[in-house]
């Protein structure tokens, strides 16, 4: 079920596609730099046990 948007419908959707857009790149960057995180602080954990049995 789709409002009429009127003369501005072309606009409107397009602003809507922009947002999806924008959202979903926020949600990739977002999970990418965490799993990088994820990873940088496993390996300093392990670097750490590493030393601590010396």
């Known amino acids: 079920m789709m409002p009429d948007l009127g003369k501005y419908a072309t606009e409107v959707l397009s602003a809507y596609g922009v947002t999806f857009i924008l959202i979903g790149a926020l949600l990739a960057i977002t999970l990418i730099r965490g799993a990088k995180a994820r990873a940088a602080l496993r390996r ?7 030393h601590g049995k010396d």
């Open 44 to 50: 300093a954990e392990e670097e750490t046990a590493r």
